[in-house]
């Protein structure tokens, strides 16, 4: 073994430059955001919490925040009522000893739409589904009540391939012994999918549902992408991403608001960072693991 | 163990070196960027129009520099989404351009209170523009902060062909263009107005602001809102905006998820008769190779007083940090020369000049836009002064409430209202 010393100094010349980067790019400008939201910046002058009684209170201001708000919740519960079971399918199908020989064939295909450019994937299911040219007549877009889970699937379609990958590789690392067991006791395919398979990688859906949570809510490109900064109709597909963009740079028709949309931004935060910490605190520590 | 501390040892080692070569690659970088080449003065120009890069680069820039030896332009687009953005953040980090493209109105309003821009009023080029022409990027006071370089129209453009075939002549009323627009629906081969609502603005900038201003007086009704003196719930508003709503039984099926593109590509493929749409795609309209003529907003009545929307879309102003003021201000002098004026112009069929100067436009369909200009009053679009300036800014609130009136069948009494409303809400009139 390394001496102790000898081995920190190794430790930190590891951490060191990831550590630099992180606080240089991250850190920072998540410090001075936050600070940005206490301040109101064309005066330079301390503003202490006015610009969040402004975002809470404002009716305009508040009635799209809460707006945006619905809309990002919506857009992670699709994703995860949608995204993950599809998930879950193909990686079952996956480690399939149906499909063994081109299993790699099938891996590499489901999982492309991932590696793909948000732009495109919307251009390409825009003209997909566009009343003038594309296989539905319905406005799907243009309609309030559609255009959201529209935009959402589009993007579950692109991204289903991640927690497909997660447990298509614990299902990978579920011990052939146990299974082989299983198997010598008289279990089906069914019973040995869902009760030896699916317990020994349950811990990974907790972890796919806090990442698809800080993804989504962070999400921005894919609304960006079909409907622009100010996203319709009538704000129906309006995300807190695309009203942060919108309030921080401004756009077209509305003058740039830094302060606001730094408020906003600290707010998504303290959301994202709230809802994370109490996972990991309630549901993270409670999950079974079963020791092989 | 001893190998793996030796396999550790080497990682380290050239994980250091790594970092130290990308340090060493981004110092090298730094510095060659900013070589100095003799005497020769480089001057940026920062815009939002990427579409237009070649152009300039061929055709506009070449001819300054002839004229003006020792002084390199170059362009510098970004996109127009994003122009904004990295306009400011460009400037609050100490790198924006030399010279910035100007937003109208409000955005530039802003900017100037934030001191990006130079006072240009001791300008020869200031003289060649009217006072209505600089007004878009003036300051409160009447300063002038920018050069304007080129406004567009919008109009309808229509296909000739299915014009002729169906015996129609163009509509000088709005009562004529509803017939024609009846005739055309009546034969049922054509889409009488391409024309979605999936993109807000479409709705607002080439039909509102297009129809409206013969309702509300162009000018006489926008400044009216700007100084109190009218409101959006006043006959001649709503009027305006219900003649907009009159247009969704002649529009396409679907029409809720149509975006600007897929109307232009209907009309270019020879699908619908009718595009309502401004002079800056006279390039896309006629791509196709169809013919095309166009005609201005029809008046209420017989006989009325004609209105158009001209609205001011850029000028270029001066970076107050720049340092290279000397070299950006003679380019300014010659945005205001009839020499930029002709080659830009003809360049970019579609854009028209805003200076004194008459200019003719090689391209038929820009001087048929011309054309539109004689005899009508201009207006540009009715909320982008002022009325945009707060929360919830009006030109924003207007595409999602017309979304609403065509999506969702919302009155244009209600929408009008539910406008004022916000309006109301922040906006204390000028006057």
């Known amino acids: 073994m390394i001496r102790t010393a000898a081995r920190y100094r190794l430790l930190a010349l590891f951490v060191l430059p990831a550590l630099a980067v992180y606080v240089l790019f991250s850190v920072y400008p998540l410090l001075s955001s936050v600070a940005l939201s206490f301040m109101r910046s064309r005066e330079h002058t301390f503003a202490g919490l006015d610009n969040y009684v402004r975002l809470f209170t404002d009716p305009f201001v508040s009635e799209r925040f809460g707006t945006a708000l619905l809309n990002s919740l919506e857009f992670f519960l699709i994703h995860l009522v949608v995204e993950v079971p599809i998930g879950l399918l193909m990686a079952a199908l996956l480690t399939s000893s149906v499909i063994r020989r081109s299993r790699g064939v099938y891996r590499t295909i489901l999982f492309v739409p991932a590696t793909l450019s948000v732009v495109i994937v919307g251009f390409v299911w825009r003209l997909i589904i566009n009343p003038l040219w594309g296989l539905v007549s319905f406005p799907l877009l243009g309609d309030a009540t559609t255009a959201l889970p529209t935009i959402s699937l589009m993007s579950v379609w692109q991204y289903v391939g991640i927690p497909m990958i997660f447990l298509y590789t614990a299902l990978l690392a579920v011990p052939e012994e146990v299974v082989e067991a299983a198997r010598i006791d008289g279990a089906g395919p069914w019973t040995l999918f869902w009760r030896i398979k699916f317990p020994l990688i349950a811990p990974q859906f907790g972890l796919i549902a806090i990442l698809t949570y800080i993804w989504t809510f962070n999400g921005f490109d894919i609304v960006y992408a079909l409907g622009g900064s100010a996203p319709g109709p009538n704000y129906a597909t309006d995300i807190l991403g695309t009203m942060f963009y919108r309030t921080f740079f401004g756009s077209s028709g509305q003058v740039a608001d830094p302060d606001l949309g730094a408020t906003i931004a600290t707010v998504v935060f303290a959301i994202i960072l709230a809802t994370t910490a109490a996972y990991f605190v309630v549901l993270q520590r409670r999950i079974k693991t079963y020791e092989l | ?431």
């Open chain 2, 1 to 431: 163990m001893r190998s793996t501390s030796q396999l550790r040892r080497r990682t380290a080692t050239v994980l250091a070196a790594a970092t130290l070569a990308a340090v060493g690659f981004g110092l090298a970088g730094c510095a060659g960027g900013d070589t100095p080449s003799g005497d020769e003065v480089t001057i940026t120009l920062a815009t939002w129009r990427t579409e237009d890069t070649t152009m300039w680069e061929n055709d506009v820039i070449p001819v300054f520099e002839k004229s003006h030896p020792g002084i390199k332009v170059v362009y510098q687009p970004t996109d127009t989404n994003d122009y904004n953005a990295t306009v400011q953040s460009s400037i609050a980090g100490g790198t924006g351009a030399d010279l910035l493209m100007c937003r109208p109105f409000d955005v530039n309003r802003a900017w100037i209170a934030d001191g990006y821009f130079d006072d240009l009023s001791g300008l020869d080029a200031v003289s060649n523009f009217t006072e209505t022409a600089l007004a878009a990027w003036a300051g409160d006071d009447g300063t002038p902060y920018c050069i304007p370089t080129a406004s567009v129209l919008a109009g309808f453009y229509y296909n000739t062909a299915i014009f002729d075939e169906l015996g129609l002549k163009v509509p000088e009323t709005m009562d004529e263009f509803f017939d024609v627009l009846d005739a055309i629906k009546a034969d049922g081969r054509y889409t009488p107005l391409a024309l979605g609502s999936a993109d807000g603005w479409q709705l607002a900038y080439n039909v509102l602001d297009s129809i409206g201003p013969n309702y509300w007086k162009g000018e006489e009704g926008r400044l009216g809102l700007i100084d109190g003196s009218k409101k959006l719930t006043d006959p001649e508003f709503v009027d305006a905006f219900q003649a907009t709503a009159d247009l969704i039984p002649y529009l396409p099926d679907g029409y809720q998820s149509l975006s600007y593109e897929d109307m232009m590509q209907l009309f270019t493929l020879g699908k619908a008769a009718i595009l309502p749409d401004g002079s800056w795609d006279i390039t896309g309209a006629t791509a196709t190779g169809i013919d095309v003529g166009v005609f201005a907003p029809p008046v209420v009545n017989a006989g009325d007083q004609r209105y158009l929307q001209e609205m001011p879309d850029q000028g270029i102003g001066l970076n107050a940090a720049s340092e290279h003021k000397e070299a950006a201000t003679e380019f300014l002098e010659w945005l205001g020369t009839p020499e930029f004026q002709s080659v830009y112009v003809n360049k970019l069929p579609g854009f028209f000049s805003m200076g004194n100067d008459p200019v003719s436009y090689d391209n038929a369909l820009a001087q048929e836009f011309a054309d539109l200009k004689d005899g009508a009053l201009l207006t540009p679009r009715l909320a982008l002064d002022r009325l945009s300036a707060g929360q919830p800014p009006l030109d924003d609130d207007t595409w999602a409430v017309l979304q609403t009136m065509f999506n969702e069948g919302v009155s244009a009494a209600d929408a009008t209202a539910t406008l004022q409303e916000h309006l109301d809400s922040w906006y204390t009139p000028a006057g």
